[in-house]
């Protein structure tokens, strides 16, 4: 059997041991790459898992991976249950060399995808550095969204990418009200993170720092300490 043949085996086990045998060579064509595609929808976790790693590894060793081919099937895995599957498919999608489509398609799951392909569309974005100011506006929608999750990564991905710095500081500075304590505490850590100096941020910080959850006084300290206004 050729190895792509093997890697569209019936059997679980031929194929780890075909995606093992390819993350291994220097060269690997196009049909391989589509079978190890194939392979992040095998029914068995036990391929799925070995074939998204191998695509980062093969990434990280430059070779082009071209994302027409592979596109489908990474971003359907980005809205699976198991969470080393939809970074593995990140992973892959982050390290594209051409950006352009993924951006699209990326952008175009913040609003059609599930909650976790919401949410992982916002991390890939933020890794991949993607600024404009309608992604600004997609961003500040998503720190309502109907996922905490989703609010999470929408609140980190804001404090990376924002083109309208005071407009994302406001946004920002309202989350740090939010019920949810996760919610306060990665708002104020991504005010630090925004850099955003002005008196109303330092003293919206300022006042969370003797917020009774201790969590909250801490990174707003941490993100005083950022903005270089550390308290005394």
Known sequence: MTLVERLRSPVA???????????EQKRVGTEELAALADCLGHARKAVQRPAAEAFAVLGERGVA??????LPVLVETLGVDDGDLRWAAATVLVGFQNHGEVIGVLRGLLQAGNAAQRKMALYCLRDLDV?????????????????????????????????DRAGAAARLMRALDARD????????????????????????????????????????????????ADRP
Do not use: K, N
Not at 13 to 23: F, G, H, K, M, S
Not at 188 to 212: F, I, M
């Open 65 to 70: 991976v071209p994302p027409q081919a592979l």
């Open 131 to 163: 600024r404009a100011p309608d992604l600004d506006e997609a961003l500040v929608r998503l720190l309502d969204d109907e996922d905490r999750d989703v609010q999470l990564a929408a609140i980190s991905s804001l404090a990376r990418l924002a083109t």
């Open 181 to 228: 304590p996760r919610l306060r505490r990665a708002a104020a850590a991504g005010l630090g993170t925004l850099g955003e100096r002005s008196e109303s941020v330092r003293a919206a910080l300022d006042r969370a720092t003797a917020s009774p959850d201790a969590s909250l006084a801490r990174a707003a300290v941490g993100a005083l300490r950022q903005l270089g």
């Open 13 to 23: 086990e031929e194929c780890v041991a075909a995606i093992a045998e390819l993350r």
